[in-house]
């Protein structure tokens, strides 16, 4: 497969594994609502943010979201959008990697870009997602005319999609054969009518016609799909159209008129009958299109966030919540996780709570706070922008807002002096149980979750820092924690129990941070 190379590629490809590992500290004056629902905002580099999530969310994530900067040469309030193509390609490769790593394994990434790095993704998306997980470049409608300054305007985004993985037996990715449909339109519905017929309208209802011919160009003409059938009404032998063949063999068109499938016309003297589809056989959903103009423009978006915020909207291209919606109604169900690490002014964390979908929210600007904490808070609060209407929001929910701590690890890769027992506890305890830590952590008992007692030994949570009064799991120091009845893991710098005196105290030990590094 052919690769992109740039100036800087060779290091660039590697960023993600030089990446430090970092905790993620919660900031409980900015978080909001219920505490429990998972959702999360983060405000910090992505980069360093989507390493330190990595450990809890590998493989658990439905539907990745990501509006990265255009590179369109011009300065935005919020964040530089002036990249020359090497650092945007170095922005973007090792964020792709791990973002990959996070997808599960019916999952997918949307991407939206415009003409000036769109072309330069598919390569580098290919090469990191693997071509043949590539679904589609969809083509989003984002103004409603071109602007003035060119002969020929652009007016619509791509919005890429790729697939984590495919089944060898397939012809569709995992994640397409998971997608739900799309919504039916009125315009689809109104497809469906009743239609005169000779002996008067079929009293299965509604139906649409469907060509029983198939185009003989292209390799797709079959020899023995070409046969006469007789037209029930004028008793007239009728074939094919010339250049065309039967889409269905003997027994099938037999089987279709035996049953008055086959519409001949208002008077029955039709040459070619259609097939008939009847309304109440039709899917719940419908196919989407590959160009959606009907889910917003930009310059809605920038009216929905005016409303919200009274004031002009200070995005240049905001995306529509209608857009969000379409894309989650068909990647995800409620109760799935969706993550976007360029969160913006925070559209899809607002349309997924409003979805009843998880969220995972990424945003390294200052309005992570002056805009996304504000708009979820609003959107808890029930407000009625957006798709609130279509979607009968009413209220609720809650997210947590962290932000990113000091590396976990040194450069040589011992536990960091900086590093309190506090935020280590709640990096291991999330680690382990995949739920936030709610404790004090004020013991080295660090609380039960699903009947396992989970302990840390560290910084001389003990009350002494010598590695034999406490961050070492002796007997004395077994015999001082507090009790818990059930399997135990205990996180320490090292152990002088036999392996024989762990299995009957039923504790599984794990060294930091050989043990937790690698988790």
Known sequence: ?????????????????????????????????????GNMLIQGDNLDALKALLPYYAGKVKCIFIDPPYNTRSAFEHYDDNLEHAQWLALMYPRLELLRDFL???????????????????????????????????SWQKRDGPPNDRKIGLIHDHVLIWARSRNSTSKKTV?????????????ADAQYRVFSEPDGPDPRGPFRKIDTTANGKGGRMVASLVYPIINPYTKQEVLPRAGTCWRHNKDEMARLQADKRLYWGVNGTATTPMRKLFKVEAKSGMS?????????????????LELLFGEKAS??????????????????????????????????????????????GIEMGGHAMTHCVPRLQKVIAGEQGGISDVVGWQGGGGFRFYRLGVPVFDENGHVSPGIRFAPLAAHLWFVSTGIPYTGRATSPFLGAHEGVGYFLLYNGILGDKRPEGGNVLTGKVLASLPPHDGAKVIFGEGCRLSAERLQTEGITFRQIPYEIKAR
């Open 1 to 37: 497969m052919p690769l992109l190379h740039w100036l800087t590629r060779e290091q660039d490809i590697h960023a993600a594994t030089r990446t430090p590992y970092r905790l993620l500290e919660q900031v409980s004056a900015h978080s909001h609502g219920d505490p429990n629902t």
């Open 104 to 138: 599960a394994l019916d999952g997918s990434i949307w991407v939206t870009l415009d003409d000036n790095q769109a072309h330069y993704m598919k390569v580098i998306g290919d090469e990191v997602f693997g071509r043949a997980n590539f679904i589609i470049d969809l």
């Open 175 to 187: 994640a397409e054969e998971r997608f739900n449909l799309m919504e039916r339109t009125e315009k």
């Open 288 to 304: 989407a299109p590959s160009i959606w103009s009907d889910v917003g423009l930009n310059q809605h978006a920038a009216r929905e």
């Open 315 to 360: 995005f240049e291209t905001p995306k529509p919540e209608g857009l969000m919606k379409r894309i989650l109604e068909i990647a995800t169900n409620p109760g799935d996780l969706v993550l976007d690490s360029f969160l913006g002014s925070g559209t899809t964390a607002a349309v997924a709570q409003k979805m009843g979908r998880r969220y995972i």
